[in-house]
């Protein structure tokens, strides 16, 4: 689950980091007042999930009034296209409006959790306000990463190592209080990245978070009743959110292949499969171990809703759930949802040929796999017969 930068800060403030001055607005007029109350210059900056806002033009300064009702008037409703929301962007509902702050250097610093070692690192770099993806490719030599034992915490030696090497000697104090207590915060509140780009030295040699994202594992949202308030529903896709509260986990993609499978890992397999063989999947949809009837039947009717899906492809493994369940279930969800699109379906795991033959004898339209590469192969030439076709008919009209 990430969070706004507001709601990032807020949470810093509760740990004694310090951040700039400032107020999260919902309309223009109140993001003018904010400005006035400030005093000038403000930078209004939209608060949207995703990188990159700066660049797209969501970050802007005002010196007069009359330049914050302008930009803010400018801001808010906005499609923010950047290069992590793809082309169609996403709609800027609030602003955060803070004081400017006076910058001498910029720097990184993150909390991150390295999958390879199964702990905490901290990542920093004397080069803020790029992207670390950046700084690593040009400058490597400039990137500080230190391992922290969860089981003894951030201790002084790693945070003098730190203060050395982000040259921070006059801050020595302060950073000390601020890093051991952005890990507190890191790990109390179960987050996944904790970044602020730039942590800022300013004109009077104190350190201010002048940007800060927050991401928690959704895994432990269940603990953590006060950060699911956060959660910002308007920043969702609807049909991800509807699955979401149906227990199923989805996210919408821009291809043409329906995916319906049970296992996160399945499911990634199952679309790196589909684009091997030259298609380009839809989404990714996870039914979850059971795979019962009922979630078959909402991921029936998420996936048809879409009208690029042209066919739908089934991959299914039968370990918590046996194949001929699995099968059953497929047949007693088509009775509920209208599916109008070919369907290519694949089960492997327990019970697997009892699975296939309730299919074959179902009377259904489906086209049943042996295993995964021609099942792939199958829908994706299901497709492709379906866009010449589409084409065709295109070129008889304009004929006509």
């Given at each position: 689950?990430?969070?706004?930068?507001?709601?990032?800060?807020?949470?810093?403030?509760?740990?004694?980091?310090?951040?700039?001055?400032?107020?999260?607005?919902?309309?223009p007029y109140d993001a003018w007042m904010v400005a006035m109350e400030l005093g000038f210059p403000v930078v209004l900056k939209a608060q949207v999930l995703t990188g990159g806002?700066?660049?797209?033009?969501?970050?802007?300064?005002?010196?007069?009034?009359?330049?914050?009702?302008?930009?803010?008037?400018?801001?808010?409703?906005?499609t923010l296209v950047t290069a992590q929301t793809g082309p169609q962007g996403t709609k800027v509902?609030?602003?955060?409006?803070?004081?400017?702050?006076?910058?001498?250097?910029?720097?990184?610093?993150?909390?991150?959790?390295?999958?390879?070692?199964?702990?905490?690192?901290?990542i920093a770099s004397k080069r803020g306000g790029m992207s670390i993806e950046e700084v690593s490719e040009l400058y490597p030599e400039d990137i500080i990463k230190i391992p922290i034992d969860p089981a003894v915490g951030f201790l002084p030696y790693q945070i003098r190592r730190l203060k050395y090497d982000l040259d921070?000697?006059?801050?020595?104090?302060?950073?000390?209080?601020?890093?051991?207590?952005?890990?507190?915060?890191?790990?109390?509140?179960?987050?996944?990245?904790?970044?602020?780009n730039p942590l800022v030295v300013t004109d009077t040699n104190h350190l201010i978070a002048l940007d800060a994202k927050i991401e928690i594992d959704?895994?432990?949202?269940?603990?953590?009743?006060?950060?699911?308030k956060m959660r910002?529903?308007?920043e969702y896709n609807p049909d991800e959110l509807e699955a979401r509260f149906a227990g199923l986990n989805f996210i919408k993609l821009d291809g043409d292949i329906g995916c319906m499978v049970n296992g996160a890992g399945l499911a990634m397999a199952t679309m790196d499969v589909i684009k091997f063989a030259g298609g380009r999947p839809a989404n990714f949809l996870d039914v979850g171990g059971e795979a019962t009837p009922d979630t078959i039947a909402k991921g029936f009717e998420i996936i048809t809703r879409d009208p690029k899906v042209k066919a739908?492809?089934?991959?299914?493994?039968?370990?918590?759930?046996?194949?001929?369940?699995v099968a059953n279930g497929i047949l007693q969800a088509l009775k509920t949802v209208e599916v109008k699109v070919p369907i290519v379906v694949r089960l492997t795991g327990m019970n697997k040929e009892e699975g296939m033959e309730i299919l074959k004898n179902s009377g259904l339209a489906f086209s049943v796999a042996q295993d995964i590469k021609e099942a792939a192969?199958?829908?994706?030439?299901?497709?492709?017969?379906?866009?010449?076709?589409?084409?065709?008919?295109?070129?008889?009209?304009?004929?006509?």
């Open positions: 689950m990430k969070l706004h930068e507001y709601q990032a800060k807020d949470l810093m403030v509760q740990y004694e980091v310090p951040v700039p001055e400032g107020r999260v607005a919902y309309f806002r700066g660049k797209a033009g969501g970050i802007k300064i005002a010196n007069t009034a009359d330049e914050a009702r302008d930009i803010a008037q400018e801001l808010f409703g906005k509902r609030k602003l955060l409006v803070e004081k400017v702050s006076s910058i001498k250097r910029e720097l990184y610093f993150s909390i991150t959790i390295d999958r390879t070692i199964g702990k905490p690192v901290v921070l000697i006059e801050q020595e104090n302060e950073m000390s209080i601020i890093v051991s207590n952005l890990y507190k915060l890191f790990m109390d509140k179960d987050c996944l990245l904790l970044e602020m959704d895994n432990a949202i269940f603990r953590r009743k006060e950060i699911a910002d529903l308007t739908l492809f089934i991959n299914i493994f039968g370990g918590i759930v046996r194949c001929d369940k192969h199958m829908i994706t030439q299901i497709t492709k017969s379906k866009k010449e076709e589409k084409e065709t008919t295109k070129e008889t009209n304009k004929e006509k």
